[in-house]
């Protein structure tokens, strides 16, 4: 059993930048894939970020494309999401998963383990 906690998240303004993290413990958890996900109030769980194990494929959603750099400290079993210049839109509840799967990379069906969350809120 892997948990999954994040931390990082805050109310900032618009163009600045945010760290995300995720440490994971239990379970040989080194061996995870790890994705990013976000949802914001009243829309579906959408994907972010992915990194394979041990972090030599990464995949991002076309819109956090070129400001969200996802990376990985597997000495520390610790996830990371840097964002920079953040938009409005990118408010939301963040969620780490895990998975050992290789089907539905993008998919929160994709995912075994998740986290409670953190919160995001970007103003204007």
């Known amino acids: 059993q892997v948990q999954l906690v994040e931390s990082g998240g805050g109310l900032v303004q618009a163009g600045v930048s945010l760290r995300l993290s995720c440490a994971a413990s239990?379970?040989?958890?080194?061996?995870?894939?790890m994705g990013w996900f976000r949802q914001a109030p009243g829309k579906e769980r959408e994907f972010v970020a992915r990194?394979?194990?041990?972090?030599?494929?990464?995949y991002y959603a076309d819109s956090v494309k070129g400001r969200f750099t996802i990376s990985r400290d597997n000495a520390k079993n610790t996830v990371y999401l840097q964002m920079s210049s953040l938009k409005p839109e990118d408010t939301a509840v963040y969620y780490c998963?895990?998975?050992?799967?290789?089907?539905?990379?993008?998919?929160?069906?994709?995912?075994?383990?998740w986290g409670q969350g953190t919160q995001v809120t970007v103003s204007s």
């Open positions: 998963a895990a998975t050992r799967r290789v089907v539905d990379r993008t998919m929160p069906k994709g995912y075994d383990y």
């Open positions: 990194i394979s194990w041990p972090g030599l494929s990464i």
């Open positions: 239990g379970g040989t958890n080194s061996r995870y894939a």
